[in-house]
């Protein structure tokens, strides 16, 4: 694999543990009330989308390899170019349903740790 290709999805890793990192112990209602977490776990989620955007552009078959590619680069435009149509239920939502799955697919694609 690609250089390039390993450190972006190495940025996606990255980004997804901070998320988890910033969530935990967190209630929806203590999410959406902190404005320190909920703006560092979007500001994460664009790092996802954007990392995933040029990793698909420098290696197009990856969008077949990670579940809902599409919506993750198109989450990522909505967070950045129409913050305010995003709800905190949406955000946390994704966290709860569709973030261990990206996890877990990226993680395939890197491999064993060394």
Same mark, same amino acid.
Request: with cysteine; aromatic share 8%.
């Given at each position: 694999m690609d250089a390039? &290709?390993?450190?972006? %999805?190495?940025? &996606?890793?990255?980004?997804?543990? %901070?998320?988890?990192?910033?969530?935990?112990?967190?209630?929806?209602?203590?999410?959406?009330?902190?404005?320190?977490? #909920?703006?560092?776990?979007?500001?994460?989620?664009?790092?996802?989308?954007?990392?995933?955007? %040029?990793?698909?552009?420098? #290696?197009?078959?990856?969008?077949?390899?990670?579940?809902? +590619?599409?919506?993750?680069?198109?989450?990522?435009?909505?967070?950045?170019?129409?913050?305010? +149509?995003? #709800?905190?239920?949406?955000?946390?939502?994704?966290?709860?349903?569709? %973030?261990p799955k990206l996890?877990?697919?990226?993680?395939?694609?890197?491999?064993?740790?060394?």
């Open positions: 390039d &290709i390993q450190t972006y %999805l190495y940025d &996606i890793q990255q980004a997804c543990q %901070l998320i988890q990192d910033f969530v935990t112990d967190q209630t929806f209602d203590s999410y959406r009330t902190n404005m320190l977490i #909920s703006s560092a776990v979007e500001r994460q989620f664009i790092t996802i989308g954007e990392a995933l955007n %040029l990793a698909i552009k420098r #290696s197009p078959e990856l969008e077949a390899q990670i579940s809902d +590619a599409r919506k993750i680069v198109d989450f990522r435009n909505l967070l950045t170019h129409s913050y305010g +149509a995003v #709800s905190d239920a949406v955000v946390w939502d994704i966290i709860q349903t569709n %973030l996890i877990s697919d990226v993680n395939q694609l890197m491999g064993p740790a060394l």
